[in-house]
């Protein structure tokens, strides 16, 4: 038997110690130790609510803090000593801890009214609101770079897609803005789910509430939270946030896994439009000509694995009775690895994108003319005839410039009037990718009025947060 039932913390009414097996089955402090400031912070405010009470002096409360703030150095400083199979998760190993360092009889006080099951809740709240923010800002960084080459390369034209056929000419700007319009989506999505995590369920006790008449509104304030969570049995097993985050992670994953599939294709000999950055890159270890976009095809994977986490927490959150059940501490490592990997994602994200060389000749080269017909179709709206009509006639033009073997715009005027009488000389004008483009002026098309608004759209809204 790996513990006895004397060293434990909950260990009064139970006379075998675990096995070995359930130690490690059950223990969770390999990784909610990453929590450790969050538990820390938690039971500081704790003590000045209880101190409040009267159920700790002043004196008792000063020992609480400094020892609390000792044990959070030691963590710090990489000192921390794990007790195995006694250290069962991050409170009960500060709560020992604490206890070596002013006493049981104080540290014994703590927990006066309290409960793991509302520290967990309080601490992955208090941790996951921290990361958000760091989201945010890698967020953000990401969004800079977009509207910054937006900017700068506004110039380059390339060709849009449909069904991944060239269909009609943009710029290239354009095209990444499409990107960064869902980021943009992202971010003012993670501002909702940061608020809804910002509610603080500290002071209900295990289920049923604080027996104490703890002062809530204290602890919401001075942890720095937005709301006091409304009902105890819902506040300790909530775990919405979680599943919030791992959801607003799936969806930006979605969006990064989407511009790094454009990425990969247009790195490919056959697009060269873009050339990723050694910085971003690796060899094969077989072939010495390769050069791997393996930073957008990790992007790219990991999306499955945080969609992954996303699903899997749902199906273990489904259907559990009210209030805490263990089944909950497998909320925290989605919780954590998908915060890694989204911020990793998103620093990638950024760097390909800053350092990414593009090739505006390439691009201009897989410009056909054959991507104006719907210009000449226009044309002949502007001239009187609807719409429909235009549409078969700009395709009888497609098809004969196919039998002369020509490009649309090589067909002679007479070619064209054959077909329809109302082309005039004037038609050349269509036959030119840069009027095309400019042509599509209305909001959030490819002229550069458009594109320049979309871009000050972005950095109105990143200086305004
Ligand atoms: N490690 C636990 C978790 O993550 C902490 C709460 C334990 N509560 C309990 N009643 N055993 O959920």
Redesign the pocket.
Known sequence: MASTPSTLLWGGRFTEGMSDVMVTFNE?LPF?KALHEADIRGSITYAKALRQLDLLTDEELAKITSGLEAVEKEWADGKFVIHPAVDE?I?TANERRLAELIGPAIAGKLHTGRS??EQ?AIDMRLWARTQLDVLSEQLRAALAVCAARAKAEIDVLMPGYTHFQRAQPVRFSHWLLSHATYLMSDLQRLHGVRDRTNCCPLGVGALAGNPFGIDRTFLTKDLGFSSVHPNSLAAVADRDFVAEILQWSSLLMVHLSRLSEDLIIFSTAEFSFVRVADAFSTGSSLMPQKKNPDSLEVIRGKAGRVMGQASGFLSTLKSLPTA?N?D??ES?EPLLDCVKTVSHCLQIAAGVLSTLKIDPDKMKAALSTDMLATDVANYLVLKGIPFRQTHHIAGAIVSKAEQKGVSIAELELSDLKQISPQFEADIVDVFDFERSVERRSAKGGTSRSSVLDQISAIDAYLAGY
């Open positions: 969770s909610d998760d409170h793991r099951n967990i805490y263990k909950l501490q925290v």
